[in-house]
């Protein structure tokens, strides 16, 4: 199995257009593949800039945010690239695409690192938020899941929060769970 890193993009249009995404890139020796879905915002941007930037942070709150609307986080400039970063990540990575593997659903984009940098430190791991990012995970495969696999899901993660959340990973639970209740209305209305 790959090794997957989940984290926030940051792409941009050829208009200037910042586009923050959640999205998992994966480790091909020293490169990092991004995949993204056909059509997406960020699909679009890297075929238009060929450049990326990676934010890693512990924010639970943009994860769940960007799943459920909220995209309107505060960006920063990184030194020479024309994509910023997140304000909130703990660090950064800035990907410039070197190949592109076609697909009618998915292309795949192998990137190099070509600049980095550091933030701020990282404070602990903590169930909560990575509940919160399984949660994530979990509304962005909401129309490829049984009822029961994400009602299932659902009741095991709120362990976690219910046990060690703090204020921001309680507010983005409760996004995404938003989201869960509508979808499995919709589901059931249709049933």
Known sequence: MPFIRETIL????????????????????????????????????????????????????IFAGCLTGRRDWPVVAVPDCRVPRLEAALSHDVLEVVAVKED?????????????????????????KAAVLEAAILVSRLHMLPAEKIEDEIAYLKIAIDKTAGPDEEQAWYWLLEKVIDHLATVEGEG
């Open 10 to 61: 940051t792409t941009i249009s050829d208009d200037g257009g910042v586009h923050i995404a959640p999205l998992g890139i994966i480790q091909d020796g020293d490169h990092w593949i991004i995949a993204p879905f056909r059509p997406s915002t960020t699909l679009a941007n890297l075929e238009a800039t060929g450049i990326a930037v990676v934010n890693y942070t512990d924010e639970a709150k």
């Open 104 to 128: 009618a659903t998915r292309p795949r984009f192998s990137c190099r690192v070509t600049a980095s940098g550091q933030h701020r430190p990282f404070q602990g791991m903590n169930r909560a």
